[in-house]
């Protein structure tokens, strides 16, 4: 846990930047002080989307400081998944303990705002997220055809 607030720390100090600070302020009291999943837990279902909502600013942060887009399309998918999982009862509040979208995002902020460009990364994560989207889509129309050919 050092290791994360130092981070997110010395990130924020380095730029000197009140925007990156905010941001990194957010990652620390949703992730760092565990207020996404207290909030999850306390209010289920409505604490995820609140605390997405709450995220959504680092990310407004990246798109104000013109990071590539596949960098935002990584940032939101991070958003995405740790709303969607943490909204899953009781795995979901286990999930928010160890996802830590928040902090996850202001890493690619400050990494991508330093470096001006994104990475190979970033497009393997958007482009697995993708797939892994599409199947989601074709398994029940799979399992429909294979159902109604057995009949």
């Not at 995820?48 to 939101?76: C, N, T």
């Not at 989601?136 to 399992?143: E, N, Q, R």
């Amino acid at each position: 846990m050092q290791h994360i607030t130092g981070v997110i720390r010395r990130a924020s100090r380095a730029d000197e930047d009140p925007e990156l600070d905010r941001a990194a302020s957010i990652a620390r009291w949703t992730d760092v002080a565990m207020l996404d999943p207290i909030a999850g837990l306390l209010v289920p279902g409505l604490g995820d989307f609140l605390s997405a909502g709450v995220g959504l600013y680092i990310v407004q942060v990246a798109i104000r400081k013109r990071l590539p887009k596949i960098v935002i399309a990584r940032m939101l998918l991070n958003l995405g998944i740790d709303t969607a999982v943490g909204s899953i009862p009781l795995v979901g509040d286990i999930f928010d303990f160890a996802f830590r979208a928040n902090r996850r995002n202001v890493d690619l902020l400050t990494a991508r705002h330093e470096a001006g460009r994104g990475r190979a990364v970033d497009w393997l994560f958007v482009a697995g997220a993708a797939l892994l989207f599409l199947a989601a889509l074709a398994l029940p129309i799979a399992l429909l055809v294979w159902f109604i050919s057995a009949l």
